[in-house]
């Protein structure tokens, strides 16, 4: 039996390549008119993340879904970010911008969870972020509020970097 699963490929047996989650925010079908009739393709927006603080974000087109999914995947393990993280949540409130997109991150008590509306949450639980507020403010386009978030994940700064800024200790800062 399990000679034939092995010979066969059963996904049920196969490990993940890696460790990352991959998650889909958004795959749109566009039609095309041409003399045949209707020509069918496929854009795919998505996420994916380790749980650990890395993430990032891919967009791919293609005539068929799966090929679609897969060149965004590639995409999005190609441009890998790391996002600083502490006790679940992140280091201080920003907001990220990307052209009409606005969204607005701050940090939250544990127990909170991610508040925060779709194509933002994926990015967040992706990150392994459990605990944050989001406000998306201005054009609601999943492409754009991604972007926007992954604008202002690159604008946290760790909690190093933000005591040395206000000229303080480590502990002061997070006790």
């Not at 034939?4 to 196969?14: C, I, L, P």
């Not at 201080?92 to 969870?113: D, F, Q």
Request: net charge positive; aromatic share 4%.
């Amino acid at each position: 039996m399990e000679n034939e699963r092995q010979k066969r490929g059963d996904r049920a047996d196969r490990k993940p390549q890696d460790e990352f989650v991959e998650k889909l925010v958004k795959l749109n079908r566009t039609s095309k008119t041409v003399k045949g009739g209707r020509r069918m393709a496929f854009s795919a927006l998505t996420v994916v993340g380790d749980q650990k603080g890395r993430i990032g974000f891919g967009f791919g087109k293609a005539n068929d879904v799966t090929e679609a999914i897969r060149k965004s995947l590639e995409k999005a393990r190609a441009n890998l970010t790391t996002l600083p993280m502490k006790n679940g949540t992140i280091p201080h409130e920003i907001i990220g911008k990307y052209k009409s997109s606005s969204v607005l991150l701050k940090p939250a008590c544990p127990g909170t969870g991610i508040i925060a509306g779709g194509a933002v949450r994926a990015v967040m639980d992706a990150a392994g972020i459990t605990d944050v507020i989001s406000k998306s403010q201005g054009s609601r386009t999943s492409v754009n509020v991604v972007r926007a978030t992954f604008n202002a994940v690159a604008g946290l700064m760790d909690a190093r970097a933000v005591a040395q800024a206000r000229g303080k200790a480590l502990k002061d800062m997070w006790g």
